[in-house]
């Protein structure tokens, strides 16, 4: 019941855009999304309740397809700050005391 | 002014031995977790107390056992040391299990 995040790995030059997305096998009730830096804690970056909203967080924005199951982090403009692993950590309802089960992981590398 | 803070930072010990993981979360939360790391980056949840009480028991060992004295301090005791169990350790907190959880800093645990 892990979500699966794609794509595994990405490199882009400052400036450039990405997409990383997740994608969960079952019914969702709230996507979260962090960024660890290496060596470094997990950092909230964003959480997304059902209902298909899609919020904004200075260049970094992500949407949630209740339907789909599936949530997508979108980086704009990337900086250099930007680099490190995103995860996408999931609940399946809003009773599981804040469980959430993490996907893989996406590595993020940006380059001047 | 940390948030949430871990000790030790690093613990290196023999296969075997009993260590303990300290935690403290100066937020006023009611709810603290216990994460599990490993060399692959997965990050999987062990446990969560809210308020003082046990809510979620993921599926691991009882050679781990966790204890939390107040709603302030999660501890985790792991007896007879195993290879496997050389990851880092994160613990967070959250409000009322829910919403965005804060992770401290992190314990590298590595068995010899």
């Known amino acids: 019941q892990q979500p699966v995040q794609s794509p595994q790995a990405v490199i882009l030059r400052e400036g450039e855009d990405a997409v990383i997305n997740c994608s969960s096998s079952k019914a969702l009730y709230s996507v979260h999304w962090y960024r660890q830096k290496h060596g470094e804690a997990p950092v909230f970056l964003m959480i997304?309740?059902?209902?298909?909203e899609q919020k904004g967080h200075d260049k970094i924005s992500a949407s949630f397809n209740e339907k789909k199951q599936q949530s997508s982090l979108y980086l704009t403009a990337s900086q250099l700050s930007y680099s490190g692993t995103y995860f996408c950590?999931?609940?399946?309802?809003?009773?599981?005391?804040?469980?959430?089960?993490f996907g893989q992981g996406t590595e993020l590398s940006v380059k001047p | 002014d940390t948030a949430v803070s871990q000790t030790p930072k690093y613990l290196v010990t023999q296969m075997g031995n009993d260590k303990s993981i300290k935690c403290e979360q100066n937020l006023g939360h009611d709810t603290m977790y216990w994460y599990k790391q490993d060399s692959k980056k997965f990050l999987k949840i062990m446990f969560s107390?809210?308020?003082?009480?046990?809510?979620i028991n993921e599926t691991v060992p009882n050679r781990f056992s966790p204890k939390s004295p107040d709603k302030a301090h999660l501890n985790l005791h792991i007896n007879s040391l195993e290879l496997g169990d050389s990851a880092v350790y994160f613990c967070?907190?959250?409000?009322?299990?829910?919403?965005?959880?804060?992770f401290g800093p992190g314990t590298r645990l590595t068995v010899l």
């Open positions: 107390y809210n308020n003082k009480e046990l809510i």
């Open positions: 950590g999931t609940e399946r309802s809003s009773n599981q005391g804040g469980k959430l089960i």
């Open positions: 967070a907190s959250s409000p009322r299990g829910a919403g965005r959880q804060f």
């Open positions: 997304l309740l059902k209902g298909g």
